[in-house]
Structure formats: structure tokens, C-alpha cells
């Protein structure tokens, strides 16, 4: 069943075996029908029995208590697993345990958050309105916008979040997946010294092994030689298909070599200014408010004979034994 636009508006339902799966899925253009089936071998069959699947995965896991089985949430994980049902139950499990043990990365994902607004008024993250020549949805993020005296590291997780739930609930992004193109001029010590290294590694963990999402490419330009060597540690903690996927540049001539300028904002070469491009990331979000604020009642129980119990546990225990980026000697 097809939804329309307003679907996407809707709040879906937390509880783990409703009385009727919402089996709505968003519409597609023809060329990403043609990816889902070439790259992710989907079809009707394939989608409607490994839903079913998940949805027995979810009503029957002792530990999950809360979650969405909506058809357009699980396709997130069947689809960014090309349908292995087993490595889209292990992801999931994963995304619930994250946000069990990590809330302040993810929660409260409102945009009439004061802070989080403000932070959205900077520009430091947000999507582009345009798709690629494949497909692809694209992010774009300035990191000098990042003032570390008014900002966290969890408000930067939670603006990373809150721009994936904007389109991540898309069929065309599911299938096509992402582009993140990171303008990394004036980045600081300052800055990263927000976060520590063991959070460094937990944040890196996540985006390997419990993110449902197809990321095609990282673009990273003008990286500051000061903060190179920080920068190549937080690469090497990337999983190899992840790394492989890692572009630098050294000025925006590069990058247009291989990106088409003009999805980017007006001041980096695109149509569109970047106050505009801010202004319909929060519309949308106030839209999605409803929906995005749901995301705080996922919930699972994390017992010790859980397979994730030691990497979660392990996790903890190096929490400021390992240091903050501030102790970090750079050569």
C-alpha cells in the first residue's frame, strides 16, 4: 500500500504487536524502483515476507518493550541490508540498545527545543532539497559553525539524528541512500576536544554496526593540518567499506570534479542560499514534530545475557579512563 506525503506527518504506533500493522510505504520515481531491485534485490514477495518476518522478530524478542513495526521504519534496516533478515535484526537490536545506553546522542530530537533550534539557525547541518544523478539524498554540515562555547557534542549528535529521521523515513532515500559533504574550514581543537575518545569510538561503533542507512559517500573539504592527525584517528575506526567511502579534498575545485556544484547551497556554488535551505529543514521538522519526538519511546531491556551486554558494558567502563581529545598529544 502506497502512502501519500501526509503518512509521513502521521505518529506511528510504539507498541511492538499492534492490533493492525501500517503496511503504508512511500512512492518512488522509476529509477529508484529499478535500484531497489537491482541493488537490493526488493520486490513485492521479498518486502512483504521479510516484513513479516521483523515484525515476528520484534513480537517475539523477550527484551524489546517498545518499537515501531511500521512498514516504512523496518524497511530502514531490510533495505540497508539488502534484505538479510538476520543482519537486519542484529542492526535494529543495535539502534534500540544505542539509545538505551547513549540518550543524550539521541533525545529529545525536537526542533522547538531552544537550544537545538539555535543550533539549527547556525548551519552547521542540514539536507540539501535536491537528489544526485544517482538518486542519493545529500547532507551538507559547515563544522566552523560549531561554536563550543554555546555547543555540546550532544547537540551535535541529536542535529545529526534529527536530519537522518527527516529523510530516512523516504523510500527513495532507503534505497539510494546518502551523500554527506562536510566543509571542514576553520575547524579547532576547541571543537573536538567536545568529545571524548571513548565517545569518539561509541559514536563510531554506531555508525558501523546499528545506523540503517545506505551511506555511498563522505566528502570532506579543507581539512585543517592541525587537526589531521585527529581526523585520521576517528578514520581508522571506520569499518573498511565505510572508510573506503571517505573523500578528501583540498579545495571545492576537487570536490566539484566529482559533485555536481549546484545541489550544494548558493554560497558554495548551488541555487538555493543557505538561509533558505535552513529555513525548510526546520518546516519540516516542525512538520515531523510529532513523529520525531516518538523516537524518545523506543525501549529495550539490556540484561547480561544479551550478546551486546560485554561491548556495551566495556564501552562504560573506559569513560574517562581513556581521556579526552584535551590529553591527546598531537604530532
Known sequence: MCADDNTLYSVPSMEKVPEKYDDRITEMSEMHHKIAAEQLREDDSIRSQSLAQMREFIAKHPHIKKCRTDAQFLLRFLRSKKYSINSATEVLERFLIARKVHPQWFYPLDIEDP??????????????????????????????????????????????MMVYESLMDQSDTQCAGVVHVYDLTGMTMAQISLVTLNEIKALAGYLNKATPMRIQEFHFVNTPGATATIVNFAMQLLSDKLRERVFCHNNWDE?????????????????IPKAELIEQFKQRCQKLRGRLLTMSEFDIEITKDSKYWQETTDAELETGAVGSFRKLTVD
Open 115 to 160: 537550544e537545538l533550534n539555535a543550533f539549527a539557525d547556525t548551519g552547521y547541518l542540514f539536507p540539501l532539497p535536491e537528489r544526485d544523478a544517482k538518486g542519493r539524498a545529500m547532507i551538507f554540515n559547515e563544522t566552523g559553525k560549531l561554536d563550543p562555547t554555546k555547543f555540546a557534542a550532544h547537540h551535535v549528535t541529536r542535529m545529526h
Open 255 to 271: 570536490l566539484y570534479a566529482v559533485l555536481d556544484k549546484n545541489l550544494l547551497p548558493k554560497e558554495f556554488g548551488g541555487k
